[in-house]
């Protein structure tokens, strides 16, 4: 389902496990932490794993179990059309439609290194009111998809770059549309 190749690996028996998971449309390949799935199989056209609790349904709603939603996710790297001078990379902006405001955690990464954001990221929940529930002209009722599209400062020298991103969200839809970089071009001195 949702144009996925899954390949389950177990970690610890019978205690934990990850997933390598390719889009079969684009070829990208990323990997599932903290899904202690042991076993996959489809009814119609819906994904059920089995864990150690249980049967569950996956991929259907905004929250894990309860729990926040996190993830972490590095761009390509890119040359930005010129592999041989060097960038210092300064500041960048990625673009996400979110139902709500979000604050991940951003750095850049160039030639090929892969640190991650330390910190913890954010969101900022609202209170949407629920139709036949809520007060007319009291409840703040959901608004539509908020752009977000902050500059980040950023401190990166190399001759590619991709940025890594780590976020966290529960009972909220976000996706990252694009990124914009600055950056100033260097030379041998």
Same mark, same amino acid.
């Given at each position: 389902?949702?144009?996925?190749?899954?390949?389950?690996?177990?970690?610890?028996?019978?205690?934990?496990?990850?997933?390598?998971?390719?889009?079969?449309?684009?070829?990208?390949?990323?990997?599932?932490?903290?899904?202690?799935?042991?076993?996959?199989?489809?009814?119609?056209?819906?994904?059920?794993?089995?864990?150690?609790?249980?049967?569950?349904?996956?991929?259907?709603?905004?929250?894990?179990?309860?729990?926040?939603?996190? *993830?972490?996710?590095?761009?390509?790297?890119?040359?930005?059309?010129?592999?041989?001078?060097?960038?210092?990379?300064?500041?960048?902006?990625?673009?996400?439609?979110?139902?709500?405001?979000?604050?991940?955690?951003?750095?850049?990464?160039?030639?090929?290194?892969?640190?991650?954001?330390?910190?913890?990221?954010?969101?900022?929940?609202?209170?949407?009111?629920?139709?036949?529930?809520?007060? =007319?002209?009291?409840?703040?009722?959901?608004?539509?998809?908020?752009?977000?599209?902050?500059?980040?400062?950023?401190? *990166?020298?190399?001759?590619?770059?991709?940025?890594?991103?780590?976020?966290?969200?529960?009972?909220?839809?976000?996706? =990252?549309?694009?990124?914009?970089?600055?950056?100033?071009?260097?030379?041998?001195?």
């Amino acid at each position: 389902t949702g144009n996925k190749l899954i390949i389950n690996v177990p970690s610890s028996e019978g205690l934990t496990s990850h997933q390598y998971v390719m889009n079969t449309i684009t070829g990208a390949w990323c990997k599932f932490t903290g899904l202690n799935a042991f076993c996959f199989e489809t009814l119609g056209d819906k994904l059920y794993f089995g864990g150690v609790n249980g049967v569950f349904q996956a991929e259907t709603d905004t929250n894990d179990n309860g729990s926040d939603i996190t *993830g972490e996710v590095q761009q390509s790297f890119s040359y930005f059309g010129d592999n041989t001078s060097q960038k210092h990379f300064k500041m960048v902006r990625p673009i996400f439609i979110s139902e709500t405001y979000i604050n991940p955690l951003v750095t850049v990464n160039v030639d090929f290194g892969m640190k991650s954001p330390q910190g913890i990221p954010s969101y900022s929940p609202t209170n949407a009111a629920l139709w036949d529930v809520a007060l =007319w002209d009291v409840s703040y009722w959901v608004q539509d998809d908020i752009l977000i599209k902050d500059w980040r400062s950023v401190n *990166g020298i190399g001759y590619c770059a991709g940025i890594r991103i780590k976020s966290s969200s529960a009972g909220y839809r976000m996706s =990252w549309q694009s990124t914009d970089f600055v950056y100033e071009r260097g030379g041998v001195i």
